[in-house]
Structures are given as C-alpha cells and as structure tokens.
C-alpha cells in the first residue's frame, strides 16, 4: 500500500478539514500555521455552514469531533431578511421553523473563531505554529520541500496551500493567478448581545440574516449569534444532556471567548470613501460609517455607535481571476489561496471545505493504490476549477461597484426599481419557494458530491 506525507501550508477552514480527513484516512499530514498560538488569529464574526461545507465536515472528521461542531454552532437562523434603511420589509423567506433537522443536509451558523478551535481539537499533534511559509522547493526523488523564515524546513510528497487570500504558495506555484478589486470595501463590528441590543433589532432580524439595501450603493448585512453557552462559558440550561456534556468536555472553549453577539458588516463603492480607508483605526471607521449613514433608522444608527471600536476593521474585498487549467503537479491549492470571491453568496468558507473534502478523498484513493498522486491531484483540480470559480463568478455578480446601484445618476432608479421587484415577490409565495429551493440547491442542499 503507498504511503504519502502532505503538508499543509495554514490552518484555516479548509487546511483544518483536510488535515482530519487526511488523518482519518491514515496518511500522514503536517500543517504549518504562521500564527503563534492556537487563540490567536481570526475574530468570532459568523460563518454560514451550507450543506456543502457540513457534508465535508462530517466526512472528515472524526464522529464525536463531527458532534461537536454541532453542539458549539450557534442558533441557526430561521429567517433571511431584506431591508430598508428605515427598517422597512422589503422581502424575508422563512416561517419561523428551523431550517431542518439533518445533522448534515442543514443550513447551520458558526463563531468563525469557534470553528477554527474545533478543528483544531485532535490536530494538536499535527499543527505546528509559528511558522512563517517562505517558499518551497521540488526535490530531484519527486518530493517537495517547504522552507519557513525560521529556518527551518519540512519535506513531503504533496504541499497544499491553504494560505488564504494572500497565499505565497499561490504566488510561487501560479503566479498568473492574480486577484482583482471588486470595487466595494466593508466595514465590520461587533456588539454584545445584551437587552438593550435585543430591543434594537425586529424580531425578525433577531432569529435572521438581515439585509439592508440603500441609496448610494450602500449595503449592511446584520448577523444575531446565540450559542449554547453562557457569558460564563458554561453550557445553558435545556441544551440537552449530550450537548451539554460535549460542551463541558471540550478543550476548545478554553481557547475561544466568543459570546452572544450581534454582527454587522457595511460595505460602499471604494470611490464614496476616503482614499485612506483602508489605513483607518476602530474609531475612525465607526465614525466613518455614523457620518455615512445619517438618514438611516435611529435603531440601525444605534448598533453602530455601540459596536466595541477595536471590532472595527476594514476589507478591501477583493476576487480571483479564474486562470486557465495548469498541470497538476506535487503542489497544489485549496479554499482561498486559490478561489477568492466576495462574499455575495456566503459559500467561501463552504467551497474551501468541499475542496478539502474532494482532496482527502482522492488522496485515500492514492493510499489504496487505486491512482497515482499526479492523477489524484489532477482530478481534484479538474473539479475544484469547475465548482470553484463557478462560486467565484456568482460571487462577484452579487457585489461589484460596477452595479447599477453604485452610479450616480441611475442608481436611485435602480434600488427603486429592486426594490419594487422584491415587495412583488414577497408577495407571491409559490415564487418565494421556488427562489428558496434555487439558493438551497445552490447550497448543495441534496447535493451527493
């Protein structure tokens, strides 16, 4: 039987997955994680799990790991609301219900930093932090060598980047395979979920993903995360026995301080802003957004002063350029160091674990003496490319200043006119449930691959 060892540059979402895939199927993995400890790193801005990304999650990791992840997601919401700045309904799917029971085919909310410390959890021997990727280099015996600032060096017979966005993986491997702006930079905050805060919000947008299109362009997408945890950490009353005991038992919540929180993510045409956004400190964007947003509801304007500044953060959001196919050799590339896309359909996170999933499963089939690596490796990315920058086009047609919305003179008529089509629509269920089961298929919901 062949044996392989994969080493994984990053220890996001899908280098995670993959990592427990690999792991599960007996290969040997190493992740290398530029951060220096396992809490640092990302913030506890939500997550929305597909069907897509829960299939590979429970594929690759291992049962009892896969029920965690279940335990630790926060309530899932049960609305998707679209608004106006004056906290008007414009449309909203949903009835209120959860949106399904399968553990798996299931649409599921996540603390981006909570997913990050689950995967984590049974990795402990195989992640190796502080190590700064510098480049690699292919060996005359058919292997390849990583090398990381420190000095130090790691030798496998496959390297997957799964360094993100601004992977040096990417840039060695495909180098024309450049990224573009999209024209829009957001703003994100963060805000405890208090009393107060609960009366800011309809109740729709309490048990939602809530949506505000507005004049200029402008855009705020609002996310209410309650977990089955307390202020404390400790898991709350009613949760269930094994919930509770899955909560209390695992390691991970020791790294993570994510509590009840409502999230809000504004965006505007990069042109409306100023030409130093990208460089502004909490308070400044807090500011920046308040002065931008004036007419807005006095709730919505509300939710924006109370954010915690150092929450505050700018994103230039940017996409990849899908390249043309390349040759499949002993490196490769998943989730975001490859497929870039704006966050216009909620599916990044969710390809880069379908990415994982494909990958680990062509690898078992190396193992198994079923194909060569080459032939795994090309026939994950034969696929990965189809899928993936499917996700990247659709992406980038939901936000692009190029939009109508964004111009001046025609974009008044343009929300006007969106909004018009959307009051129809609401209005017209069996249209809302053939535009619910499109998104969800979309989603991969009854999806086999």
């Not at 040759?327 to 599916?347: E, K, S």
Request: charged share 25%; glycine share 12%; net charge neutral.
């Amino acid at each position: 039987m062949p044996t392989i060892k994969v080493i994984v540059i990053g220890a996001g979402t899908g280098g995670l997955c993959l990592a427990h895939g690999l792991k599960q199927a007996g290969i040997e993995v190493a992740v290398y994680e530029r951060d220096r400890t396992r809490a640092d790193g990302l913030q506890g801005y939500r997550v929305g799990i597909s069907p897509d990304g829960s299939r590979a999650l429970h594929d690759c990791l291992p049962p009892e790991l896969y029920e965690t992840f279940l335990a630790t997601c926060a309530r899932p919401p049960r609305y998707s609301n679209i608004l106006t700045e004056n906290l008007r309904e414009v449309l909203s799917f949903g009835d209120g219900r959860p949106p399904g029971d399968d553990p798996v085919d299931s649409e599921k909310s996540v603390s981006r930093m909570t997913l990050r410390q689950v995967l984590l959890t049974g990795l402990e021997d195989v992640v190796h932090f502080d190590k700064v990727f510098r480049g690699y280099e292919r060996d005359a015996d058919g292997t390849v060598t990583a090398f990381f600032e420190d000095g130090t060096q790691a030798t496998g017979d496959l390297l997957v980047g799964a360094d993100g966005t601004n992977s040096r993986v990417r840039r060695q491997y495909l180098p024309h395979a450049v990224l573009e702006d999209s024209g829009l930079v957001g703003i994100t905050g963060k805000i405890a979920l208090t009393a107060e805060t609960r009366e800011l919000v309809t109740p729709k947008m309490l048990h939602g993903v809530s949506m505000v299109f507005a004049p200029k362009g402008y855009f705020c997408v609002y996310h209410v995360m309650e977990f089955p945890w307390d202020e404390r950490g400790r898991p709350r009353e009613g949760i269930g026995a094994t919930d509770a005991r899955l909560i209390s038992g695992w390691p991970g919540l020791t790294f993570d301080n994510t509590r009840d929180y409502i999230m809000w993510g504004w965006a505007a045409a990069a042109r409306r802003l100023p030409a130093d956004v990208l460089d502004l400190k909490g308070p400044d964007l807090q500011r920046l957004v308040l002065e931008r947003t004036a007419g807005w509801h006095p709730n919505l304007r509300r939710l924006f002063e109370l954010a915690d500044p150092g929450s505050c953060f700018p994103i230039n959001i940017r996409t990849s350029v899908p390249p043309g196919p390349w040759p499949a050799g002993n490196v490769t590339l998943i989730g975001d160091a490859i497929h870039t896309m704006t966050p216009g359909r909620g599916v990044g996170a969710n390809t880069a674990l379908r990415d994982a999933r494909l990958l680990a499963r062509n690898l078992a089939g190396v193992r198994d003496g079923e194909a060569t690596l080459l032939e795994a490796v090309g026939g994950y990315e034969d696929r990965m490319r189809e899928y993936g920058f499917d996700a990247v086009r659709e992406s980038r047609k939901q936000m692009s200043a190029d939009g109508p919305v964004h111009r001046p003179v025609i974009g008044r008529l343009a929300l006007a006119g969106m909004r018009t089509a959307m009051r129809t629509i609401n209005h017209l269920p069996p249209v809302k449930r053939k535009m619910e089961q499109s998104q969800a298929a979309y989603r991969g919901e009854g999806r086999e691959d």
